[in-house]
């Protein structure tokens, strides 16, 4: 399978060809917009489903959102294909004509960055954690290959796009009288983790760190997760948009549960590694006591529980 990735020089090429065949751009359906909620002002978020990937739902599977300046937009995420992508940025289009400068991608889970295309063009900038280049890289064609069985048809098109520009520690964007801080934090959820701070209205785009509903997904380390959320904690916020839950939330209140599944999760397969249980035994078993609080907690516990064997045991 030939990799899918799209560079900087290609989204150029594409954009003049674009405009030298209006033609096929004009033979393009429009999409239908995504609904969004204005969190705070110039503030909207797409709230997704808790669902796996389907053809109903585009692969939209995890929250999206964007942020308008007085020149110019930011997108936060852009759902699980490209079609998905459209669906956002025509919700942007309902809202606002201001330019799309800036696609931030809050990790590399492809419900997060598989809409990326939607928005590639002359004088967009797409922004990651400085390890992100190398991990969509290294997962292209698998998470391309995933979406089109997944979501059939609707997936048409779907390819990997590359972020330009990286984050090592704390940047500052400014979208015109509103600045974003974009921060990067070590492996806790991934090892691409990447939080969104919007200035003026204290809204904190936390992505897939911060689970509502949909039991966390763990892609990293436990203990970092952990760790990293008793540090978020002590930050201010007025409200945190978490990257599978309600569209808004009370900050820190809205950490526990997250905290709460870790905690168990860690103390479960810690328990089993010393009483010299199997790999198996803790897939099956490890955090099976917080089933009831979550939902999609047989899709992705044992894979988490697993994880978090190889991260534990050898401490």
Known sequence: MTLRLTFR?????????????PVHAAAQPEAE???????????????APYALAIPRNLGFVGNAGFIIGRDAVAVIDTGGSLEAGEQLKAAIRQQTMLPVRYVIN??????????????AGAGVTFIGH???PEALAARADAYVS????????????????????TVADVRDIDLGDRVLRLEAWPTAHTATDLTVLDVATGTWFLGDLLFLGHVPALD?????????????????????VPGHGPASVSWPQAAEPTERYLRRLVADVRGMVREGRTLSEAAREAGRSEAGNWQLFDDFNARNATTTFHELEWE
């Open 9 to 21: 020089p290609l989204r150029r090429l594409a954009a003049l060809l674009l405009f030298a065949v």
């Open 33 to 47: 917009p995504f609904a969004v909620s204005e969190v705070a002002g110039g503030v909207f978020v797409h709230q």
């Open 106 to 119: 809050t990790h590399m889970h492809p419900d997060h960055v598989l809409g990326n295309a939607a928005f």
């Open 130 to 132: 400085r390890n992100l």
């Open 146 to 165: 995933a979406t089109e069985r997944l979501v059939g048809p609707a997936a048409a098109g779907t390819r990997v796009v590359l972020p330009d520009e």
């Open 220 to 240: 990293g380390k436990a203990a970092g997760w952990i760790a990293l959320i008793e540090e978020l904690k002590r930050r201010p916020a007025a409200r945190a």
